[in-house]
């Protein structure tokens, strides 16, 4: 065989045993509201993280409806953001976290009763809320909640 010959079947070899072992991989530990999420870290993660990224997940689907001036459609319990299992739960039961979160509870409460034409105002109150919650206690998602802008 030629070389990239032999190189093209090296990749297309990686290319299926990568599509093989992403369709095994187990699904999170703790429940949430959507069946996708899944445990990113070896020992599985918190509650509150996995709350948080389909919270991501369905910032996406907001953003759509938003620019498509279309209804706002919640599926998940945002009040579990006071409740949820933290990684670190004294920073979960810290003042500054319940009062951030209420704040993003609020966000969310507006963004709902938003008009089409103030959906998008909203939208970027939601996301400044996250990030300024991120920046105080957990910088690490800041760069994920940017692609929500």
Known sequence: MQKTTREVIACLLLLLALCISCSEKEKACA??????????????????????????????????????????????????????????PEKAASVQYQAFAKSYLQSIKDLQSASP??????????????????????????VVIKKLR
């Not at 990113?40 to 709350?51: F, H, I, K, R, T």
């Not at 990224?53 to 579990?80: C, G, H, T, W």
């Not at 034409?117 to 800041?142: D, I, R, S, W």
């Open 31 to 88: 429940p949430v509201d959507t069946p996708t999420t899944q445990a990113l870290n070896p020992n599985g993660d918190s509650e509150l993280a996995l709350l948080m990224r389909a919270m991501f997940d369905e910032a996406v689907q907001i953003k759509r409806q938003v620019a498509n001036e279309e209804p706002i459609s919640l599926k998940i319990d945002y009040e579990k953001i006071l409740t949820a299992h933290a990684t670190e």
């Open 117 to 142: 034409a103030q959906g998008e105002a909203f939208y970027l109150n939601m996301v400044e809320n996250c990030m300024t919650c991120h920046k105080a206690l957990c910088p690490g998602p800041m």
